[in-house]
């Protein structure tokens, strides 16, 4: 079992940046890839960035060259660094991790409100 806590949401002017982070505990050593997924009101969640546990990272298409995402494997915490942000990236971020064994584990969430 992985337990996941979330923090860093909250609300900005377009334009300017915010820093999610997502730590990890439990069964830590089992751990591969990191994520972050956003879901809007009314619409499905979807995937905004991955890393790899050698650090490879892929985008979103809408995201990327504006979202960084790393991750401290002594600290077990992925963030993601949000850059010249839109209206439209607001919604709800959750954090998500792999395990070797192919389950899934997912953060409560945080609200990111970008206002025009």
């Known amino acids: 079992q992985v337990q996941l806590v979330e923090s860093g949401g909250g609300l900005v002017q377009a334009g300017g940046s915010l820093r999610l982070s997502c730590a990890a505990s439990g069964s830590i050593f089992s751990i591969t890839t990191m994520s972050w997924y956003r879901q809007a009101p009314g619409k499905q969640r979807e995937v905004v960035a991955v890393?790899?546990?050698?650090?490879?990272?892929v985008y979103a298409v809408s995201v990327k060259g504006r979202f960084t995402i790393s991750r401290d494997n002594a600290k077990n915490t992925v963030y993601l660094q949000m850059n010249s942000l839109k209206p439209e990236d607001t919604g709800v971020y959750y954090c998500?991790?792999?395990?070797?064994?192919?389950?899934?584990?997912w953060g409560q969430g945080t609200q990111v409100t970008v206002s025009s």
């Open positions: 890393i790899s546990s050698s650090g490879s990272a």
């Open positions: 998500m991790v792999r395990v070797v064994e192919g389950n899934a584990y």
